[in-house]
């Protein structure tokens, strides 16, 4: 059970078993989508969606590991880093294209690269104006987080419909408007900071 101590506490044996199991999932995660990409040629543009789907949905299986919020957030937190050096020198080929995370913009990128038909694009976006998104993608992001927000919120007991409603009307706007992939890191703080100052 998380508790709101003091920054400084110290970790407890549940804090360092969970930042093992989370760094476990979060390696394993890479290891077989790479394997998955170059020894059974699955596409790159699946396996950085299993990559990105997988390391956010660990956080629901994880998240009650911890006695401290402070350790819960550094697997996640540390892997924003990790995951720049990766794009940066192409480490990884499973990670190559500069597409989704975890379930708004996944799910706005499959939708959006399946069925879409009307695009849209971000106006500092022009280096690959053939490969804007999508509004049927946009509606896709939109559904993804208000269930994602209900379905944490049930878990635990504090999201309302609004808080949901409002998370993804956000969230939405910023996955659709941030150009270059930093949709990764501009869909979740945005929803997080609308649940934020909601509960404020």
Same mark, same amino acid.
């Given at each position: 059970m998380l508790v709101a101590q003091g920054i400084y506490e110290s970790p407890t044996g549940r804090d360092i078993s969970g930042l093992i199991i989370a760094y476990s999932i979060s390696v394993s995660l890479l290891i077989v989508s790479e394997?998955?990409?170059?020894?059974c040629n699955v596409s790159s543009s699946i396996t950085r969606k299993i990559i990105h789907v997988g390391a956010g949905l660990c956080v629901l299986c #994880? /998240?009650?590991l911890f006695d401290?919020?402070?350790?819960? #957030? /550094?697997?996640?937190?540390?892997?924003?880093?990790v995951n720049a050096m990766i794009r940066r020198w192409r480490i990884l080929k499973s990670m190559e294209p500069p597409n989704p995370m975890t379930l708004g913009d996944a799910f706005a990128a499959v939708i959006g690269e399946r069925f879409g038909r009307r695009r849209h694009y971000a106006a500092i976006d022009t280096d690959t104006p053939p490969e804007g998104k999508t509004y049927e993608g946009s509606a896709a992001c939109f559904v993804a987080i208000f269930v994602g927000v209900l379905f944490v919120g049930y878990i635990c007991s504090v999201i309302s419909w609004?808080?949901?409603?409002i998370s993804a009307v956000v969230g939405t706007f910023f996955e659709a408007v941030s150009p270059w992939g930093t949709d990764n890191l501009t869909v979740p703080l945005s929803v997080c900071s609308a649940i934020y100052a909601i509960r404020m």
């Open positions: 394997l998955l990409q170059r020894c #994880v /998240i009650g401290h919020w402070q350790y819960a #957030v /550094i697997p996640h937190t540390s892997f924003i880093v609004t808080d949901a409603l």
